[in-house]
């Protein structure tokens, strides 16, 4: 009997059986299914599997997360089963049958915005930190800032409006440049094309209301007047001044010879798209980036705003978890752009949905402060929730057991009314969870600050009785047995090799920007489903051994990842970029072999980074501990310029 055998054949049944699948694939950690009725595929039976590590849903593909013996698992799936595997990209083909116009959509305006929400978030701190220092009166019995009373931080909050404005209200450029990055086009025109909409030759945006029409400049064509109108801060504008410049540079690659295409595609490109641009899709955006802001606006002021906020604070993590939640960026932005007052209500709800599901998290994790598998979990999610980012928890373990989603969502719309109710506002977006309260308009603190603790109380006492009572001795404790058996066949299965000195720490495998795994735009790292780790964000092309080792498991056939097993009994795997399986190997080369011992800074893949970006794929890799071995603790160490073969990134202790 094969290894998998028995969950093979589980697997089949609980997915829906052969006829249910459409293609099947893998990639180094998970199976990819595109199955004909996803509502077929029995969930909870499949994570029951003793094989199976979790499951999600992502661009149409129903994934089985299996870990590093992904491969002999689907060997032996596709035997048993009948099937026969397809390509990544044959996969990934026919997955975006099963997703509608809407998730294609909200898909596409995700990737657009993802880029450009760290720049959101250093600008919103930015702005938070000037409300502290210029807003609020601390000195001279509550009647001057810390502005008022010293020149160096009335010099510093000067200054700091350098940030403040490049972000916010030259917010165009970045959307342009975005779409222009995504589409596969020139980045540089698109830089150009987003100056243009923020030129300071423009009547800036945010001055149009309080212009009178007559004193508004204007080009003179003679046949006809244009009105010479920024765009600071409009988000619908610029998207579609985006595609616009895209689909024309595309169009005129296409048909231009390459032996002029260096001079008649950017000319060709741009200046019409300029021109569209500020006489048909910039005024036509504004109408309806306004109309949309107005909407919003009057639903959060009017005598119904209670409703609005509760339903708003009770669907927002649904929301999330379908990527629909991208659209409020850009009413938020319109928001900021449009209304009198430069703010927006509508952020501050979106921190306390946050908080309220990081505190759902914090009870999980007191109820199950015994289950150390479960532990890996939660802490991380906890900790990224209070920050602002939800997917870690609402993916990794909200969801999982249903019910503190659901407390989440209830203290979010308690939180949310109380909010929307005094009306709280926020100058600027990006900053959620905790940190969101220095967005907020300083007088609105005390109000926010209530608000922020029943998104704290009700979510977090909620899910503790309902855990209480619903939650198995196998979820709050863990199940002891199957993780001593599961360490007995290791040990069994392979001795650890004696070594001559102790393993400290693991080196950097590439030179780059090292950042925390739960920033890694993929839910399966990003939630340490596989095992905490750290990512690089690659300036060198070729990853190198952070140690001496063994080489576990590679991906022949794609090149894109291997596994490594060290002396200690650590087990690393490493995945150059998101979603890389796709590119078939094109842009990899693996450089070792599995069985192989490596020495540390030897070679093991060398990719192309340009190719990989071509593809749509961010290039960022992920450095993941699946097995701590006898490490015993282990640090993850991030947020600096690491040198690969060099710079430590994981320390055992």
Not at 266 to 292: D, E, K, Q, R
Request: with cysteine.
């Amino acid at each position: 009997m094969s290894k998998y055998t028995e969950d093979v054949k589980e697997l089949l049944e609980l997915i829906g059986g052969k006829e249910n699948i459409s293609a099947v694939s893998h990639c180094m950690t998970r199976m990819r299914f595109v199955l004909v009725d996803e509502k077929k595929a029995d969930t909870k039976g499949i994570e029951k599997l003793r094989s199976v590590k979790g499951t999600f849903t992502q661009a149409g593909q129903y994934q089985v997360i299996i870990g590093n013996d992904v491969s002999t698992f689907y060997n032996e799936f596709t035997a048993w089963a009948g099937v026969e595997g397809v390509s990544k990209e044959a996969a990934k083909q026919a997955a975006k049958t099963n997703q509608s116009w809407i998730q294609r959509l909200m898909s596409n305006l995700g990737e657009i915005f993802a880029p450009i929400i760290p720049a959101l978030i250093c600008g919103g701190l930015v702005l938070g930190f000037r409300n502290v220092i210029d807003s609020i009166a601390f000195f001279e019995n509550g009647t001057k800032t810390l502005v008022d009373i010293s020149q160096f931080w009335a010099g510093v909050d000067s200054f700091l409006w350098l940030i403040g404005e490049a972000v916010f209200w030259l917010l165009p450029v970045g959307i342009v440049w975005s779409i222009t990055k995504k589409m596969g086009t020139t980045q540089i025109l698109g830089i150009v094309l987003g100056l243009t909409l923020v030129s300071s030759q423009l009547l800036n945006g945010f001055d149009v209301a309080s212009t009178p029409e007559d004193q508004i400049p204007v080009w003179d064509f003679g046949f006809a007047k244009v009105q010479m109108i920024g765009y600071q801060g409009q988000v619908i504008a610029a998207m579609l001044a985006g595609f616009v410049l895209v689909y024309l540079e595309k169009f005129f690659r296409k048909i231009t010879p390459a032996v002029v295409s260096m001079i008649v595609v950017p000319f060709c490109s741009l200046v019409p798209a300029v021109f569209i641009a500020h006489m048909v899709v910039g005024p036509i955006g504004w109408t309806i980036g306004n109309a949309i802001a107005d909407v919003v606006y009057a639903g959060l002021t009017s005598d119904f705003r209670f409703v609005f906020a509760g339903i708003f604070g009770l669907l927002y993590a649904p929301v999330v978890m379908t990527g629909l939640h991208h659209m409020t960026n850009a009413i938020d932005s319109q928001l900021i752009a449009s209304t009198p007052t430069q703010t927006t209500i509508l952020w501050p709800m979106i921190a306390l949905s946050n908080i309220a599901q990081g505190s759902a998290v914090l009870a999980m994790s007191v109820l199950q402060k015994k289950n150390e598998r479960a532990q890996q979990v939660n802490v991380p999610a906890c900790i990224s929730c209070y920050l602002g980012v939800t997917e870690p928890a609402l993916f990794g373990v909200n969801l999982k057991y249903g019910f503190p989603l659901v407390c989440g969502m209830i203290g979010s719309a308690c939180a949310a009314v109380i909010s929307v109710g005094f009306g709280v506002q926020a100058l600027s977006i990006g900053v959620g969870g905790l940190p969101g309260i220095l967005s907020i308009v300083p007088r609105y603190y005390l109000i926010f600050a209530i608000a922020m603790l029943t998104a704290i109380v009700i979510p977090f006492v909620l899910t503790f009785v309902v855990g209480k009572a619903k939650l198995s001795k196998a979820d709050l404790y863990g199940d002891e047995t199957e993780a001593n058996e599961a360490k007995a066949n290791e040990a069994v299965e392979a001795e650890p090799e004696e070594t001559t000195a102790a393993l400290t720490d693991l080196k950097a495998g590439l030179t780059g920007k090292v950042i925390p795994i739960t920033e890694v735009p993929d839910e399966v790292f990003s939630q340490c489903v596989m095992g905490n780790g750290v990512a690089i964000e690659p300036e060198s092309d070729t990853v190198v051994a952070p140690g001496d080792a063994i080489v576990g498991v590679v991906m022949a056939d794609t090149g894109h990842a291997c596994g490594l097993v060290f002396a200690n009994g650590v087990e690393l795997l490493i995945h150059v970029g998101i979603d890389t399986v796709d590119m078939g190997g094109d842009g990899f080369e693996l450089l070792v072999e599995q069985g192989q011992e490596v020495k540390e800074g030897q070679p093991l893949i060398r990719f192309d980074q340009e190719k990989i970006r071509k593809a749509g794929h961010p290039s960022v890799t992920v450095f993941i501990v699946t097995d701590e071995g006898e490490a015993g603790h282990v640090e993850y160490l991030s947020g600096m310029e690491a040198v690969a073969g060099e710079t430590p990134i994981i320390r055992f202790s």
